[in-house]
């Protein structure tokens, strides 16, 4: 179905977003998932290897999140709010020939992982646990036969939707949004790429960044994220796919979710479900001071504005490295259910309520305040136990009285 | 009043951006433990770090020069004393949330020096402890590539790690299959950074500076102090520690520290503050 309309747009874009999240937070959740050290049974060879996945996956992951922004700006520029809540996992899509599952490292995953990276025209890897023949799958002898610019097999079909839909709508119709509304390159990760869009031209040219992006161009396959899955399948294969992964479940959650397309692993141990909860918490807060950053569009003369708006991006970048992603590897160490038993909990990325800011501009402070106060008395509790969480809490506590000194123009 | 000057090389083996600060192998960022290695503690060593890797400075800190009322002592019994941190210390940026790049508190800052059984002690105490971290903040970030090599002696790091790692190479063909993998790691490391005009080797020449104020309570958990301040009560207001951290060697994880100790005698009369905006010396006080 062509899109020739802003509400299709916003409706193609509102998926394209469902779809980057989705994909991050599974690239995270098995990057996450990894063995650290030797008393995991790790050699100190395979600890190597173990961290050099762990972090080629993280790098895919991030710039996954640029892709996201990217889409983001896209919906700001004509006019529409961000996107950045996400269905529940497991989930089937209409775009991918199986689900989304949240997955242990493993070649299940790795696998899942190059289909949804698979360039237009490159043949299906081989299925989880076939023999790998490392000639046939090196990108740059698949990029002689591959046809240019490469695209998505699957997502790449929408896309090159979505771009119609910015081609067909006029554009001087079609771009209403106010440009300070969109994020701009100036994250400290310079993974993320992001750029800015203005007119028909350059929301083309950002389309073409997220597709070709992934699957590199024919010159440099090997910096796509298919070529760098590839080289960890074709790596942990020759490495007899030993036991690279904590005993994390597939799909993990603190509650059945009725929106879910499949079972799910409910966590048990109490204090690893108090533990997943906080973690789940502080994700949601990360997304919820995205979608106010993104809800904000200072004027050039008001330096307050985009103070706060500055205040905003840069607590959204740091509770994901000071919390969030520390949470999630305490997840990873605590029980399932039975101590005793090895199964481990893992990070379920469940979003709790909707991703949505309040429709009265003067409570969303207050209410982001709240949210925060929460996560540090939540944290001060479990740190008793867990000294690591106790620190979270204070970092979120100093982050907190920072963010409240900016609401009410102290700072 | 007594000045001790200080220095020598100090390690703190830390994650870096973007990892969290206090991941413990390092896997963004540059800084790692390689394979085998202990993990990231983030404590700022002036003396015997449970850990240093191959071919690096020896860490130690230790008095090079004691002044005493305005005249050098060269016999005073803190010259050659060692100088530690107790407590842990830490830089605590925490990804930016207390303190960007740069600019991190030290905190807890227990300076300890010490001669055999001897020591003489004194912390940083924060003015609120609910927040003891910001008013510790480094107060300077300088580059200073002449200073950084007086003070080292090194006009280049490139050459110590282009010389580290031909050492290191050589040292490939006898390492066992379990060292292998973070020799393998380290001269990566070396190679990569060297290739690119020496990489994060681009930090030597910078130094970040802090000057704080000593405020608990004095001696209580030092032995022999009097000792070591022969003929000296030293006063119970704050001493002043200023001090800087250089010539950051991220293969070594180790810097140089240089420093001053300033302690007062008890019925010192300190001069009097000048007026608070910039001082010059022609301003009327």
Known sequence: MAIDTREELINALHEACEIEHSLLVQYLYTALSVKKGLDEGLTPHQQRLVRDWQARMLVIAREEMGHLGIACNLLAAIGAPAKLDRPAMPRGTGYYPFSFDLLPFSDEALYKFLVFELPRGFPPPPPPGADLDAREMQPAALASVAPEPLEYEYIGELYAKIADGFRAIPQGQLFIGPKTAQTANNWSDRMLDIRVVTDRASAIAAIENIITDGEGTPQSTDRSHYSGFLEVRQRYFAEQRFDAARRVPKNPATRVNPEADGPVTLIKNPMALRLTELFNANYGVMLLMLQHYFSLAPRADDAAAETRRRALQLSSQRIMSVAVRPLAEEVTKAPLDDPQAPERAGPSFEIYSDVALSPYPGARWTILLERLDALVAECADLGQELPRVGAIGETLSIMRGDLAAVASGEL | ?285
Request: aromatic letters at 10%; a negative charge.
């Open chain 2, 1 to 285: 009043m007594l000045s001790a000057t200080f220095a020598g090389w100090a390690q703190c083996r830390l994650a870096t951006d973007p990892d969290p600060y206090d991941e413990p192998r390092g896997v963004s960022g540059y800084m790692r433990a390689y394979a085998g290695e202990p993990d990231l503690d983030r404590v700022v060593h002036f003396q015997d770090p449970p850990f240093r890797r191959t071919h690096t400075p020896e860490i130690g800190i230790a008095v090079r020069s004691v002044c005493l009322h305005g005249t050098e002592d060269s016999a005073h019994p803190l010259r050659g004393a060692a100088v530690h941190l107790l407590d842990g210390p830490k830089f605590e940026g925490r990804n930016g949330v207390i303190a960007e790049d740069g600019s991190e508190p030290i905190v807890p800052f227990h300076l300890c020096l010490k001669q055999g059984s001897r020591q003489l002690s004194r912390a940083t105490m924060p003015s609120d402890p609910r927040s003891p971290y910001r008013e510790f903040n480094a107060t300077n970030f300088i580059v200073d590539p002449g200073f950084i090599e007086c003070a080292t002696n090194i006009p280049s790091l490139v050459d110590v790690w282009r010389n580290r790692l031909s050492l290191l190479e050589s040292e490939h063909a006898g390492a066992s299959p379990d060292e292998r993998p973070a020799l393998e790691e380290r001269t990566a490391f070396l190679r990569q950074n060297l290739a690119r005009q020496g990489g994060v080797a681009g930090f030597f020449p910078v130094r970040m500076v802090w000057d704080y104020q000593l405020r608990s309570p004095v001696g209580r958990r030092d032995a022999g102090m009097a000792e070591l301040l022969p003929n000296f009560t030293p006063t119970e207001e704050p001493w002043r520690v200023a001090f800087w951290f250089g010539g950051w060697d991220a293969d070594a994880q180790a810097f140089f520290v240089g420093g001053t100790l300033e302690i007062r005698e008890v019925n010192e009369v300190p001069l009097a503050p000048l007026i608070k905006r910039p001082e010059r010396m022609t301003d009327i006080v």
